[in-house]
């Protein structure tokens, strides 16, 4: 789930606020984070569900990683899986967030679930 997250410096204090998933905050700020208290702010951006082709190849290109998406699916080694990925790819009208290609994919890529949350967000946000 993601929630906004407070990073610590030495002394505790907080130094910055993310949108981040407990498990991102621990991978990458190991014991110098915290789940930021309510204080009334409105709630960060929602993961859309579901983005449409256009806005999910904008927000590949935008965030620099549309051109390895061919090649991610090409080195998936069984020849049959590797098919139906680029028939998934190539046809697909709408992009799912929780479809098990994508979050494939979305590894291949470098993006953890919380860049791939971010990335469904800012296809989201593309008018």
Do not use: H
């Amino acid at each position: 789930m993601i929630m906004r997250i407070e990073i610590l410096n030495e002394q505790g204090d907080v130094i910055n606020t993310i949108l981040a998933d407990k498990d991102f905050a621990e991978a990458n700020y190991p014991g110098a984070w915290q789940v930021a208290a309510d204080q009334g702010m409105p709630p960060g951006p929602t993961v859309p569900d579901r983005v449409t082709r256009r806005q999910a190849l904008q927000a590949l290109l935008l965030a620099g990683v549309l051109d390895n998406v061919q090649p991610a699916i090409d080195a998936i080694p069984d020849p049959i899986q590797r098919r139906m990925a680029q028939i998934e790819w190539d046809e697909s009208q709408v992009f799912e967030r929780r479809r098990p290609l994508l979050v494939t994919l979305g590894a291949a890529l470098g993006l953890d679930s919380a860049g791939l949350d971010q990335l469904f967000i800012q296809a989201g946000a593309l008018p």
